[in-house]
């Protein structure tokens, strides 16, 4: 890993960066400034992410130079599907540019909610650029802009595990499972895996990679259930984190908690040692913020013990796109573009230090921002983690999300949830999303 990323910042960087820039426009070149002289009026955009805003000085910066005001609202991940199911069935503005999850873009193609971003943006061009970009296209259409790069990886604290007398990183599950339960019983972390068990979105992710890891998949290629049988890598993943929770490995108040609140509770201050499925850049923009973290410094990126060794790393990319109602288009490409370029998305993940972070986000989506990222040397892993993007990232389904994902992906969530509060068995749930998957046509 070491190698490639030798290669790839002492050859490419250089390179990619310029690359990047010219090739899509998103950097402070001529494609950008004429869309800034198109949008440059009294003109306020509504945007709707499911991140924090980027920090107000950039966005002063920004409004300076295109003369776009940003009206930023930061809505929780799962309130913002909400929000943007109830304005596209009533037909009703809610914003210029929203949020366009990998899973929702199978049913965003399917119902039109976004148009098509294709005149705005070359594809083709695009390809080389963003290694997660198809995640955003259904027969030859962009539905969003990827607007970070995300993988589903391991974090470990390293100093917890050092002092459970633990030498070696796990490279199998079944250590991982070891070093875990050796940190408990030594006393030095009462409860020391984070799962996220509240029900909603990232509890699904986290089953999808511990399905993975367990040396399987969720979904066929013809959306067919994997997981049904007992002896099945999804079923056995379930059975592990509700007993994972049972135990006591997991902190009881977990059941209420979504991903990164688990994540800024339980991890950043030490509550807990690991997270199984933690989210690319959290060290960077999570544990390492001094002003929201006790663990600066101790937390680490490992490989993803699997059954047999490393698991693959799924890919859970965010991207940004405009709804058919936007009333400020040619502002809104502004937007997304500035957002998109090479060094903001590198400052937003750490590359400028913490008072660029926006807290949560994982890596830049395009390998621009990734060499920018690496060459700063500010966030620990940064190099593992763009290799993984570039070269070892895998899709969550391998036909992508099918359009019902949203109605499975609840399913999921609620029946795991409800199994790790004894509200049902696992045979149970996983019987009640077997159905589900049946009832969508799966």
Known sequence: MADKHTLRTGRRTAAVLAAAMAATGLGAGPAMAAH???ARTTVTINVDIAYPPPPAKMLAAFTARTGIKVNYSYIQWDNLQ???????????????VADVDWSKVGEYYTSKWFMPLNKYFNVSALKSQYPQLESFVRNGQLLGMPSDASLL??????????KAGITKMPTTFAQYAADLSAVQKKGVVAHPLDIPLAAAEGLSTYWYE?????GGGVLSSSYKPLFSSPSSPGYRAMEWMVNAYKSGLVPKGNLALEDYQGFGQDQAHNLTASVFSDYSGDIGTIYNVPSSSTVVGDVVYIPTPGARGTAPNLGNPDGIGIPTSAKNVAAAVTFIKWYDSAANQAAFAGADGPSKVINGFPLPANVGGLGILVKSGKVPGAAELADLVEHHSRAIFPAGAPPWYPAFSNAVYTNLHSAAAGQETVASAISAIVSQVASLGG
């Open 210 to 214: 511990m399905t993975a890891a367990f």
């Open 82 to 96: 909400t929000k943007i199911a109830a304005a596209a069935e009533a037909h009703t503005y809610f914003a210029d």
């Open 153 to 162: 990886v391991t974090t470990v604290n390293k100093k917890d595990f050092a």
């Open 36 to 38: 800034a002289r198109q």
